[in-house]
Each structure stands twice: as C-alpha cells, then as structure tokens.
C-alpha cells in the first residue's frame, strides 16, 4: 500500500478516505508507511497442469474438440484450454453414468460407496496445496483462501458424506429411501472445487452417479479432482465431467436419461432450468444468488462486527452468493461503525493471489469486471457516496479495490442488485421493525447477519428474517454439517449436513 | 336423509316440504363468498343429475384469495406450535361432529355407498387428527442441531414457505382434500385449495367445518372452480410460495412449472391414488409436511 | 466526583479469537524480515525479576541490553531493563550513557495486595533511585467487585507519584476473565492517565495471548480516536520466539496502524526473545540455521 497514494472518495477534503469530517487529522490512524510486508509468493514449482484437457467420461480423460482458453485473471495469461462438450459428447457422458449407476455403483454396499468417498476427502488433504495453488490460478482467489478455506472444506464435505453413505436407512425414520439416479450437475465459478465437493459428495452418498458440467472460466480444478477420483479408485462412469459453456450445461441438464439437476449460480439462469425442466419430471435443486443483509445494532460488538462486515462483503472479493453486501447499521452507530470500516479495509491487501499476504485477490473475469464497474458507477451516479482505500491495483489482471458506499437509499441499484463484487452497500435503520422490513424488501432470500449482544433481539430478528442461513455474531462460516441454501429466489434445497441428502434421495 | 339440493327428484314430491336450498359459495379470507366473475359450474351427481351450481373461481378469485392467505400468514406463522395444533386437532372434532351432513352428501352427490361414505369420513378425521398432533413436534424431527467442527451452535430450523397452492386429490373426495389442507397449515402456511365441482360440494360442507373450527380467516381459502383453468394465474402469481399439485396432468402440470420458474416457486407435483388407497395410508407423511417447509440454519459463536 | 465506566462495545470471544489468529498467517520475508527483527529487538523490555536476582545477575543483563549481540553493531540496544525496585541503582549505573531506560516494576508487585500509602511510597522511592518508568499492578480485587473508580483513583494516584517517569498499568488479564473484562480494565487504565498498558506480570501461566492484546489494541484505538492522547501497548510473558513477536507486530501495524511500531507506543515484555531474535538474525545473515547454545545468555 502506498499513503502517498490519495484515496478514492466521492467529496473532497477527506484525502485519505478514512476522514469523518468531525475528527481531526491528528487522530488519523496511518497504515503502511513503517514497513511493508514482502512479497510472499506461494510457490507454484511443484505443481504442473495440462495445456489441454477434454473431458472426464467413463474413467477415463477424452479428447475435445472446439477448445475455448481459461484465463488466469491475475496475469490474463490463458491457464489451460478446454473442450466444449457437445450434444454427443453430453450423450455420452450421461450414458456412462448411467452404466456405472445401475452396474457399479448401486451394486455397492453402503459402506462401500462409504469408503470411495472417505478415500477421496483423505487424498484430498494429501494434495491440498497443490489443490490451493491450482484453484487460486485459475479462480483468482487469494491463496490464504484456497489454502485456508475452500480445500479443507472440499476435503471435510467429501469424509462427511462419506459416513452417511451406509447410514440413509437411519436419516429420516419411518421412511423409505432410494437415490434418484444420474444427477447432472452445473457449478459456478466462485468456489470451483467446493461447488463440486458440495454437489458431487451429497449425490455419491445417497446412491447416485454423476455428471459435472464446471464453470468455463474456472474448470481446471475439476480436472485435478477428476485425477483424484481415479487415484482412489472411483468405478468409471460414477463421476464424469464435461467441459463447455453455457450451451453444454443446457444440454445436460434437458438430457432425458438426467434425473436430478442441481445448479449453483445466478438466479436468471436458475429460472431458465428450471423453466426448461417443466413437465420434465426431474428433481431440481437451485442455488441462485442473493442481496444478503448485516444488521449490526447499536448493542453489538461493534470491533467484531467490522470483522464481520469486512469478511461478509470482501471474502473471495465478493464473489459470493450469501455476501453481506447490503449493510444495515443502527443509525445511532452509523459513525462509528463507518469510520472503523474505513480504517480497517485500509489494512486489506489487494493483488496477486499467489501472495500469501494478499486479502483481497483478482476479480475472477473481464466479464464480471466490466458488470461491477458499471454498477459502481450505477452508485456514483444516483447519488451515493463513494469511499476507497488508497491502494495501489497491479498493472495487468482484473482488480478492483475494495469500495464501500454510503448514503445509500433502498431504491440505489446497488442496493437492489447483485454485484458479486468488493462492492459494500451501507443503509441505515432505526429501530428493530425497520431493519427487517429492509432486509426483507428483496426477492432473494439466501443469507443473512445480525450482530447484537443481546439474545432475545438475535433470536427474535433471526426467526423474521427470510433467509435460509442467519449467522449471529459472525459471517459466512460455513462447514459441511451445516445445510445451506435459500429461501424465495434464492432457490430450494440445502446442501450440506443432514438436509443436503435429500435432494439425491427419494424419500417415502 | 333427505337430499337437499337443487335438483332433487324429491323435493317436487306431493306433500313433502319444497326445501331452502344451500348456495354453495367459496371459502376466502374467513367468509363465504360468490364468485367475483359471477359465473357458475354446474354439479352433478354420480348419475349425472344436477345438483348445485358452484363457483367457478376466476383469476380475479385467486387474487383475493392470495391475499387474504398472505394477510393471515403473520399471524398463522407466529402462533405458538402449540396453539396451532389446538386449532387444527378442533378441525378434526368439527368434522366428526359433522360427520353425518358430509356422510349424506357423500352418499348422494359423490355417490358412495352408505359405507364408504362413513370410512372416508372416519379417515379424514383421523388424518386431520395425525397431521394436528405434528403441529408442535415437527420441528423437533424435521429440525436438529448442527455438529460443526468450530465453536459455534448451528442449528436448522423449518419454517413455512408461505402461501402455498393446493390442487387437492380428483380421486379422494375428502381424505385427499383435508390432507392437502392438513400438512400445509400444520407446517404454518396459510393455504388456498380449489375443488372441481365432482367434489365441489364435499369441499363446501369442509369450508365450514373449517369457519367454525376456530381457524383464524384466511389461514385456509377453498376455491371451486377447474384447477386447470387456474394454472396460469396461480403460475404467476408471485404472491404463491409454493405449489402442491395432486395427480398431475402431463400438459397443465408443465405449463404451471414454466411460469412458476418466474419466481422461483417451489412445485410439487404428488401421487394421486384410488380413494381407498388414500383411506388408508396414502399422503399419511411427514415427507408430505416437509414440502411445504423452509430451512433456515442459524449461527451464533459459543463463548464469554 | 467519583469515576463511572464510560459505555464499552463488548467483546465477542470467538471472533476476536479468529480475528487475532489471522494475524498469524501473514508471511515476512527478506528485507521485511530484517525490518522487522530489529524493531522487535528495540521494543523489547528485557526483563529479570526473580528473588534470585543479585546485582551481578542485572549487571550482566544491561550488558546484553547494551549490546545484544557483540560484533554485530547493526543490532540496536534494547528499550528497557525491568528489574525489581531494590535492583533500579545497579541497572541505572549498569546503563548510564545508554539509550536504554531503565523500568521497574513497583505497586508490591506482583498481587498488589498492600496498602496504598506503601505502594505510592514505593513508586516515589523507586523514581529517586533512577527508573525512567514504573510498571504497576492494577488492584484485581477492586476491579472483580466492580469498584472500577477505586481502581481509577489508584491508577491515578501512582501517575502522580511517578512524577517524569513513564507509568505502564499491569491489568494481569490472566485474573479478570473474559475479553469484555480485558476492554474495561484497558479502558480504566487508560482514563486514570497510563501512557501504556500491559497485560500481565509474568507470575501467572496464562500471560500475553494475542486475543488479549488484540482488544487491548482495540480500546487504545478507541481512545486514541475520542481523545487523541496515543497510548502504548505491551505484552508480557509467553513471548518468547521471534515468530511470536513478529504476529504481534502484524496486529499492531494492521489494528493501530504504523505509527505504534515504535518503542515509544509498543513494548515487548521478555527475557528469552532477545536471544530467539538474534538467532533468526544471524540466519539471514549466514543463510544457516541456528543453535540456541551460540548465544549468550546474558
């Protein structure tokens, strides 16, 4: 960081960014003159990848055609390139499936389907870092986040399912369960391997074969899982994964021999599967996006709550469908709370997501790039406020500094739309009432905050809010015991924990 | 007894009494009203003679009717469990106390025999009864506390949906109906269902087992009418959270699936089965309660 | 007019936790390395307070204060040898025509448990013998019964008696309990006129955690914002690796900002870092990695 460097703010005479006009110059804190961290690149010498990759079908890696490049959005230097799956393609991939559902994988006992998936989380943890590495490459996330926070995750979501494997007789008594049968999968690009960790696991545990469609910017990872899948021995055919854009997921998803769909992503392409699904019969789960809420009440623990508002909104920089991107804060507080979050996104370092000092890392495409700037400037234009922090952002790769807006009206795009970006939206309220009818006023229903020490406020808001995840006190834990997903637009079903099962079962 | 309704051979008989005969209006928001189309749909009974003229619910219908299942969704939702299972298990003492007024019409406008009448009647009390008793235990089975491996206490939660759109049994006349009803408030949704005139007057009668059961207006709105006139609208009504379609056709269930993509609703679409099977055991399931519920898993740190 | 707590944001135990933790992770290397070793060496208070001590015993440590590291001129001296009071005149003596202060803790450490004319007496008496800074216990018993002016008035009254020299206020974190305790204490002390608080005597197991530092750090931003005046920190006990220290001058930099990484606003209470410091140092220099039995111990 550079405090030589003025800080972004929409009104003159708070050069720093962190000014409140009522404070003095003198009680400015200042961050990052003293001195600096070094560069701490991860190194990437023992990992190698492919130029190229097909497919993942029947256990074995197939060749491709029609190839598209994913991006490194650090460097913009093309990672790999990539297969599109086509129709036929497609075809074959659900056809293996199939094979392996009906004489591989139902074949199996329980505890066997059980022990592929304990193998899988157990390899894993062995090749975790080369795994961090890989997704911080080909994602852009910083590799404190891969390394401390997506792969243990995937890791722990494939050895939780692994234990309900031969225990679905025990998950829901009273009632008789069978799996579905070939599940057809389509992720997003924000959690590349915990996506798949989260659709993969759940549907191998209750029966299930699968065929994976990655997101076309961020599929290398997918790739390495597939090498995992064969290194523990996997029966050919009960994963597969394609490669291709949106057309392939289309596909897959229509192909009449899928059985259950289950998507992550935007809520426009959720309502057009599920539009395409109609009358189809398939099950559908959808996890879509979210305009989620942190309340933060004039009794919270305000320094936690910064954190909370910090990791809410700038976590995987705000690729997040569950982010606290609208933050709600008591009017009373608002000051403080502001002039706190200004001094500590100051300390957030933005750049190359190698670097193990890097907080917040490249915004994951020009695509999506492009979309939050054009919101941001959405903000300026209708009146909001604009703060920054003086930053200075790498000369090439897609990179946008952490931005917070204030005064900030319900009816602001920004405070309405999704931007899945380091983008905070900051409203106020006044009293309880107010601030649930605020976080409500949205179609989305996904995630939400709450920060108040008192219990019988958390548990009165938290039982009003429409959400399917409410974190009291702390912001986007997530664990695979935990079911998670949302309410209204925000989609149906939960994955994880008990709960994350049914989606793959059919419960009588 | 004596058929009551228009239509009855009997009632022009030589010395006998010429009947008051009961309209038969839909149940919406606690009262009884007539259709805001004013058109009708003629009932008749199992040898094809007509009997009544029922509603024919209209778009306009169904609004009102989301509406007034949304303004009784608060205060449905926010009773204790306890004291919805109150109302719900005094549906099932209504229904018996009025058995022998659904038991005729069963009789003579579905055309039962005097037994069956009296088993479907017997089976719908006893599933209004079994679904009551979940009211307050649900949430216990359904719900549960959530080993994470970090300090915190995580638990999930089922809450409603909210407003949630039946299309009850074609075959069950009054076990499928009271099901469809009976799960959806017992998970604390507020509901509408719309009965096709076979069954159109069975439904009637059960609207006022409903008013006079202590069941909060709103909370359950009965709407006669063809379901699969409605589909467009109650597809689009982004007021509907979600949908329980009993024995879908393969045409209409896919048009309402396509629109309800608009706002996410969720849809279901459930087995229909013979009368007796649904007697028995059929719909009988917290599987079937579950449907009509939300997850809300909640966070809050452990510490001092 | 008697002293009131003023209103304090409570602490969330297991996010502060998390929040100190992430300190942890931050990397240094090379040159930031080096920066950063020698400011930990000119931060450090080393420190002997045993009943063993004898002026050969403090003599021999204000040598090792002087000069950390003979032969090496880029080491810098220490910031303070803390030593009992009956040890202050040989420490003085030891360090006269050093840059480094002499401090001793006082307040009939470690409990505090005597009378308050005798506790005054003994800061004033230890100031004429030649310490530039006192290090005084907070009464814990008055705190935990909620008598927060009597503890205020104390603080005060030992500001007075110190006269020029600098007061650190032992909170002893290890007897108050939760975090929101740490925060009330830190923000007592403050307000009765500390110019640094520190965590804890060194008599206790449980001393310095960075949980605990953390929300010290948190109520000296808060106080620095509401009033300007720039309170040190220093932590002491447990710390006794380089790594450790240098996580803790992460959370300073990154809670209080850049101008606290200075001996004058943070302190490190120790008596087995230094040689832990030199150790890293000399593997920079050397490229080797380093034995503990090629350093001195005093």
């Known amino acids: 960081m550079d405090p030589e460097t003025a800080a972004e703010t929409a009104e003159a005479g708070h050069a720093n960014g ?35 990759y097909g497919h993942f079908i029947d256990g074995a890696f197939v ?13 913009e230097e093309v990672v790999a390139r990539f297969a599109t799956a086509d129709r036929k393609v497609v075809n074959r991939a ?140 996997l029966p050919p055919g009960v994963v597969n994964i394609v490669n291709g854009a949106g057309d392939t997921g289309a596909m897959l998803v229509a192909h ?39 309340i933060v009440f004039d009794d919270a623990p305000i320094d936690q709550a910064v954190e909370g508002i910090v990791s809410g909104i700038f976590f995987n920089q705000g690729h997040v469908c569950c982010a606290g991107s609208r933050l709600l804060v008591q009017e009373s507080i608002v000051d403080t709370v502001i002039e706190k979050l200004l001094d500590r996104i100051a300390t957030l370092r933005v750049g190359d997501p190698l670097d193990k000092n890097t907080d917040v890392g490249a915004i994951h495409s020009r695509v999506q790039l492009d979309k939050i700037e054009e919101l941001v400037q959405s903000g300026v234009d209708e009146g909001a406020r604009m703060h920054r922090p003086a930053c200075r952002l790498p000369d090439r790769g897609f990179f946008f500094a952490p931005t917070v807006f204030t005064d900030v009206a319900q009816s602001h795009r920004i405070a309405q739309e999704e931007i899945f970006g380091p983008v905070l939206s900051v409203l106020t309220f006044r009293t ?57 637009e925000s989609g149906f079903g939960r994955e994880g924990g008990l709960h994350g099962l049914l989606p793959y079962l059919e419960v009588r | 007894m004596a058929k009551r309704t228009k239509g009855s051979k009997r009632i022009a008989g030589r010395g006998e009494r010429v009947a008051v005969v009961k309209t038969f209006k839909m149940f919406v928001g606690g009262a ?55 109302i719900a298990f005094r549906i099932a003492e209504m229904l018996e106390d009025r058995r022998s007024m659904v038991e005729a019409r069963l009789v003579d406008v579905v055309g039962l025999d005097p037994d069956d009448a009296a088993a479907e009647v017997s089976s719908a009390v006893d599933r209004a009864f079994w679904y009551a008793g979940w009211c307050d235990k649900f949430a216990q089975v359904l719900g549960g506390v959530n080993p994470v491996a970090s300090p915190y206490f995580d638990f999930t939660l089922p809450e409603p949906v909210g407003v949630v759109f039946a299309a009850p049994s074609r075959r069950s006349p009054l076990v499928g109906l009271v099901t469809a009803i009976a799960c959806a408030i017992a998970a604390g949704n507020t509901c509408i269902v719309v009965v096709e005139p076979k069954h159109a007057l069975v439904a009637v009668d059960f609207a006022e087992v409903l008013a006079t059961s202590d069941v909060p207006g709103g909370v359950v709105n009965v709407l006669t009418g063809h379901r699969d006139e409605l589909v467009p609208h109650v597809g689009s009504h982004y007021g509907i959270d979600g949908v329980a379609w009993y024995g879908a056709a393969d045409a209409a269930f896919a048009t309402l699936e396509r629109l309800a993509a608009d706002s996410v609703k969720r849809v279901h679409r459930l087995d229909d089965r013979g009368a007796a099977s649904w007697r028995r055991e059929h719909g009988k399931s917290l599987a079937w309660l579950e449907r009509h519920v939300e997850w809300k898993t909640a966070w809050h740190p452990i510490g001092t | 007019m008697r002293y009131e707590l003023p209103p304090i944001p409570t602490v969330d135990q297991v996010a502060a936790e998390a929040r100190a933790r992430s300190f942890t992770t931050r990397s240094i290397k090379t040159t930031a390395k080096r920066a950063v070793l020698k400011t930990i060496v000119e931060m450090i208070d080393l420190t002997t307070l045993e009943g063993a001590d004898t002026p050969g015993k403090v003599r021999r440590l204000c040598r090792k204060a002087i000069t950390p590291w003979p032969g090496h001129a880029d080491v810098p001296p220490v910031a303070a040898v803390c030593v009992y009071p009956t040890m202050v005149e040989v420490a003085r003596d030891a360090l006269r025509g050093s840059s480094v202060r002499v401090a001793a803790v006082a307040t009939a450490f470690p409990s505090g ?21 006192i290090d005084m216990v907070i009464n814990r018993g008055a705190f935990l019964a909620g008598d927060y002016a009597r503890v205020f008035d104390e603080i005060a009254a030992t500001k007075e008696a110190c006269g020029a020299a600098h007061l650190k206020v032992i909170l002893e974190t290890g007897e108050l309990g939760p975090l929101d305790q740490v925060r009330r204490a830190s923000h007592v002390a403050m307000d009765a006129g500390a110019d640094f608080i520190k965590t804890s005597t060194g008599k206790l197991p449980s001393a310095a955690t960075m949980p605990i530092v953390l929300v010290m750090l948190e109520a000296i931003r808060d106080h620095y914002r509401a009033t300007g005046r720039a309170i040190g920190m220093k932590p002491a006990g447990g710390i006794r690796t380089a790594k450790q220290a240098w996580h803790y001058l992460v959370m300073v930099k990154e809670t209080l900002g850049d101008e606290w990484l200075t001996a004058d606003r943070f302190r490190i209470g120790a008596s087995s870092l230094l040689n832990d410091v030199l150790m890293q140092w000399a593997r920079l220099d050397s490229g080797h990695y380093q034995a503990p039995n090629y350093f001195s111990e005093d």
């Open chain 1, 18 to 52: 962190r000014a409140t006009p009522s404070r003095e110059s003198v009680r400015q804190l200042l961050f990052g003159d003293r001195w600096d961290y070094a560069p701490a690149p991860e190194s990437t010498a023992h990992v190698r990848w492919a130029k190229r």
């Open chain 1, 63 to 75: 060749d491709g055609t029609d190839h598209f490049a994913s991006i490194n959005p650090a460097t």
């Open chain 1, 94 to 233: 659900v056809a293996a499936a199939r094979r392996a559902y009906e004489k591989r994988w139902q074949p199996l006992s329980g505890a066997e389907r059980g022990t592929f998936l304990y193998r899988i989380g157990r390899i894993i943890q062995e090749r975790a870092r080369e795994l961090a590495i890989l997704e911080s490459i080909d994602n852009g996330k910083p590799i404190r986040e891969s390394r401390d926070v997506d792969v243990p995750l995937v890791a722990a979501h494939f050895l939780y399912y692994a234990g309900w494997a031969d225990k679905l007789d025990c998950a829901f008594p009273g009632a008789k369960v069978r799996s579905l049968g070939v599940a057809g999968q389509v992720i997003p690009w924000n959690f590349p391997l915990l996506m798949a960790a989260w659709k993969i696991a759940p549907a191998l545990a209750a029966g299930n074969t699968v065929v994976l469609k990655p997101a076309e910017t961020s599929p290398l990872t997918a790739m390495r899982l597939a090498e995992i899948f064969d290194e523990a021995g």
């Open chain 1, 256 to 294: 009449k021999d899928v059985d259950k769909v289950a998507f992550t992503g935007s809520t426009e392409v959720g309502k057009s599967i599920q539009r395409a699904l109609a009358g189809s019969g398939k099950r559908l789960t959808l996890e879509l996006g979210g305009k989620g809420a942190n």
């Open chain 1, 432 to 488: 309880p009432e107010e601030a649930i009818a605020k976080a409500n006023n949205t179609p989305y229903g996904l995630s939400a905050g709450i920060w108040s020490d008192k219990g019988s406020k958390l548990f009165k808001i938290a039982g009003a809010l429409k959400a399917g995840v409410v974190w009291g006190n702390t912001y986007n834990q997530f664990d695979p015991a935990s079911p998670f997903g949302g309410y209204r």
């Open chain 2, 32 to 86: 009884f009203v007539r259709s805001e189309s004013g058109h009708t749909l003629p009932c008749t009974d199992a040898s094809g003679a007509h009997v009544a003229n029922v509603a024919r619910a209209s778009r306009k219908d169904l609004r009102d009717a989301v509406g007034a299942a949304r303004g009784a969704l608060g205060g449905w939702s926010k009773r204790s469990a306890f004291n919805r299972g109150q």
């Open chain 3, 113 to 133: 448990q005597s009378f308050l004319d005798v506790r005054l007496d003994e800061v004033r008496r230890t100031v004429d013998a030649g310490a530039d800074e």
